[in-house]
Each structure stands twice: as C-alpha cells, then as structure tokens.
C-alpha cells in the first residue's frame, strides 16, 4: 500500500477553519483518499474520501492536489468535538481493499 | 440504525490464559474486520471476512490468534494463550462490501489487560 505522511499534531482555536495535511507521492491512480478520525476512547469513524475531485460533506471538505500526491482535510469551524487523532488513508485496488492506518494527526482544540 | 457491537468492553487476563471476544457487524454488511490497536498507535488489520469467508488474514498471529464468522453474521476472535505484548484495544468494524469506496463503521472496541 502507498503511504501517507502526516504531521504529528496539530493544534486549533475553537470556531476557526483548521488545515489538515496529508502528503501521499507514490499514489496510484486507483486509489482513494480516506479520511477517518478517532475521538478519544472510541473507534475510528469515517469523516470523507475522495478520487480526483475536491469534496464536500457535512462534516468536513477534502481538497485533493491536481497531482494528487497531497489532500487537505478541511474542518470549517473546529468545535472542542473536533478532538481527536484524524487519519488519512490510500485504499486501492488490493485484495480486501483494507485500510492501513499510520500514526494519524492529533488535532488539539482550544476553547 | 443499530452500530457496530462488541463485547466485553473491557478485559483483564493473566498470562498465558485464553481470552475471546466477540462483534455483530451493522445488519447487512457482508464485510467484516478485526483490527488490533496498541496505545499510541493506528489500528492494524488482523483479518478480514467477506460473508464467512476469510478475505485477509496476512497480519493474525496464527499460532495463538483465531476468528471466525460463522453464518456470515456475527464474529468471535479468539487469543490463546494471550501474551502480555496482546495488551491493546480490539475493534470490530464492517463495511457493506469490501469495494475500496466503502465505509467502514467501526465499534466501540474491546480493552484487553494482559497481566
């Protein structure tokens, strides 16, 4: 599986846009962008995923780079609820098309 | 619509002794998966059914790891003999299909001690 490099953590003031960055160079061009994120003493639940094109849900939208070697998970207004370790993850064609996690971005917000 | 449940929530074991756990997946969903999370890190993938078929299982620890999913439904991952190096969180999750485009709805997960 490709990897993804994101930075450690990350930390926001509560009501302001945060940047989440994903740097993903050996993409191919079957994979998708996922996006889970991990709310302390809970599992991982699905925030977006993406191919080529920018995408928009209610929680949060996913710019993904013309070359598509990096993403950028947008959270419009980070709420405390926004806490949590976000990870990005390429999900291709292989067999299962599993997910494998890396250490993910720890997103502190601040009141 | 009902999430993914697991039980226990917690468990506390000695050494050497057996330990199981056990999911039901979101009705429907034919893909089921188990994943192991050491504090500090990201889940990682121990195996992964399609119905009651075992897709993935490169990552189990055969020798002392086993699930199974009987009916294609509900599923039991088993650790015999547990090692203290099994201390983790065990999550189940399950997708609708296994389709790369599909989410995964994970559940609360299971806190195994090994003391």
């Known amino acids: 599986d490709a990897k993804t490099t994101q930075p450690n953590s990350m930390e926001s003031n509560e009501e302001e846009p945060v940047h989440l960055p994903c740097n993903h160079s050996?993409?191919?061009?079957?994979?998708?962008i996922h996006w889970y994120r991990q709310l302390p003493s809970q599992g991982p639940e699905y925030v977006i995923h993406?191919?080529?094109s920018n995408v928009n849900n209610r929680m949060a939208s996913l710019a993904i780079a013309e070359d598509r070697k990096s993403s950028t998970l947008i959270l419009h207004r980070a709420t405390l609820r926004d806490a949590a370790v976000y990870y990005c993850?390429?999900?291709?064609?292989?067999?299962?098309?599993?997910?494998?996690f890396g250490g993910g971005t720890r997103l502190m917000v601040k009141p | 619509e009902a999430g993914v449940a697991q039980s226990p929530r917690y468990k506390i074991i000695e050494k050497r002794q057996s330990v199981a756990f056990w999911c039901n997946p979101i009705?429907?969903?034919?893909?089921l998966y188990w994943y192991q999370q050491i504090l500090g890190q990201g889940p990682k993938l121990l195996i992964q059914?399609?119905?009651?078929?075992?897709?993935?299982d490169s990552q189990l620890p055969k020798d002392r790891f086993s699930a199974e999913r009987l009916k294609g439904v509900d599923s039991t991952l088993k650790i015999q003999p547990a090692k203290l190096e099994d201390s983790a969180v065990y999550l189940c999750?399950?997708?609708?299909?296994?389709?790369?485009?599909?989410?995964?709805?994970f559940g609360p997960g299971t806190r195994l001690t090994v003391l």
């Open positions: 999750a399950s997708s609708f299909t296994g389709g790369n485009y599909n989410e995964q709805f």
């Open positions: 050996t993409i191919s061009g079957t994979d998708y």
């Open positions: 993406g191919l080529t």
């Open positions: 993850i390429l999900r291709g064609n292989n067999a299962g098309n599993m997910l494998t």
């Open positions: 009705s429907g969903h034919a893909t």
């Open positions: 059914f399609q119905n009651n078929g075992v897709v993935d």
